[in-house]
């Protein structure tokens, strides 16, 4: 409540947190904090940010003014950011090609045949994925809130040995939703099922009386199965 020219309040930034340099500017006369726009703000890797405002009751005109001239007063702002739904899930898969690879024997159902695993990095983790499968070979599976894809229904290798789909991770994003794809291969193995068969119920051969096998001569020919 000085007056005159000591009513006159100068604003400058006195210190900002870490990771918040060259990211604001304030008007030395009416005091608004003001980003730059040229530092872009990621709510996945700075979350809060901190500066450090000074007051002063008397503006440096001529430079002439002592400590003792001014007085000053400082506090502390917390800037929060604000989450945007801007990065689609990332499937982490192990394999080289980016597939999805895995098997199944033939007329097993209800198997585990692979797992994938998704992370939507602006929901914090797993929390905001779901799963979905798509292709017109995903008939025979499912995939549950884990990723976990089960065969639900008996396969023959005989019929098709490979199935090959997409997995759909999407997030739970208000505005835009968010997804990506994976591929998935699915091979199915042959299972011994099937015992050998005779072609006939009977077999019958004939053999000369006395023949017998010698070793310099080939053996005579009884029949064939």
């Given at each position: ?7 006159v ?12 340099e ?12 003001r ?8 709510y996945?890797?700075?979350k ?10 008397k ?6 003014e ?24 990332a ?5 080289t090609d ?7 024997v033939e ?10 695993f998704?992370?939507d ?23 549950n ?22 997995v ?22 042959d299972?011994?099922?099937a015992?050998p068969?005779f072609?006939?119920a ?24």
């Amino acid at each position: 409540k000085d007056a005159g020219e000591n009513r006159v309040l100068r604003y400058e930034i006195a210190s900002v947190g870490a990771g918040s340099e060259s990211m604001f500017t304030i008007g030395q006369n009416d005091g608004i904090l003001r980003t730059i726009d040229t530092q872009p703000f990621d709510y996945e890797t700075q979350k809060t940010h901190t500066v450090t405002v000074r007051i002063s009751d008397k503006p440096l005109f001529d430079g002439t003014e002592t400590s003792a001239d001014i007085k000053s007063a400082t506090f502390v702002l917390t800037i929060n950011v604000l989450d945007k739904n801007d990065n689609s899930p990332a499937f982490e898969i192990p394999s080289t090609d980016g597939t999805y690879s895995g098997s199944v024997v033939e007329n097993v159902a209800n198997a585990l045949v692979v797992v994938v695993f998704a992370v939507d990095s602006d929901m914090d983790g797993t929390q905001g994925v779901t799963y979905s499968l798509d292709g017109q070979d995903k008939e025979p599976f499912e995939i549950n809130a884990n990723g976990q894809i089960y065969v639900s229904t008996r396969l023959d290798f005989e019929v098709k040995s490979t199935y090959s789909f997409s997995v759909v991770a999407t997030d739970k994003g208000m505005s835009p939703v968010l997804s990506s794809r994976a591929s998935v291969v699915i091979q199915v193995s042959d299972a011994n099922e099937a015992a050998p068969v005779f072609s006939k119920a009977l077999y019958e051969g004939s053999l000369v009386e006395g023949a017998y096998a010698d070793a310099a001569e080939p053996a005579n020919m009884v029949g064939s199965v």
